[in-house]
């Protein structure tokens, strides 16, 4: 469990950088933020893929919510604004899907832990 919350920490840290290095070397022009509304839609279909309705509606709801902001932003020219409600509906999407993951490695644990008390008790 340390090296999978390991392993989601390091892509959310590196998702983080890659978008901070694009921001700082698209902050001479404000360009429409294409990649980050795509980087969000894919990080919400990820979420949405997995059992995050069940385990973290609010995160997945705040996702779409704000990937729709962005896109809305996207139309009225307001770039900046746009890259930054994508840069948080992604953050809420991993989240949502990170959530979802450690829900479902909790329920497995304790279904291992019943199979072996269970052959614990026959063997014993």
């Avoid at 698209?26 to 059992?51: D, F, K, W």
């Avoid at 479902?104 to 304790?110: D, L």
């Amino acid at each position: 469990m340390i090296e999978k919350r390991t392993r989601w920490q390091r892509s959310i840290t590196a998702s983080l950088v890659g978008i901070g290095a694009v921001g700082f070397i698209g902050c001479s022009s404000v360009s429409p933020p294409h990649e980050y509304i795509a980087t969000g839609e894919l990080a919400l279909r990820n979420a949405q893929m997995t059992s995050a309705s069940q385990h973290a509606p609010v995160e997945l709801r705040m996702a779409m919510e704000k990937l729709g902001k962005a896109k809305q932003a996207m139309r009225d020219k307001n770039y900046v604004t746009a890259r930054q409600l994508a840069e948080q509906a992604l953050v809420d999407a991993q989240l949502a899907e990170n959530k979802a993951h450690a829900e479902e490695a909790r329920r497995a644990a304790r279904e291992m832990r019943a199979t072996i008390e269970a052959l614990r008790r026959e063997a014993g």
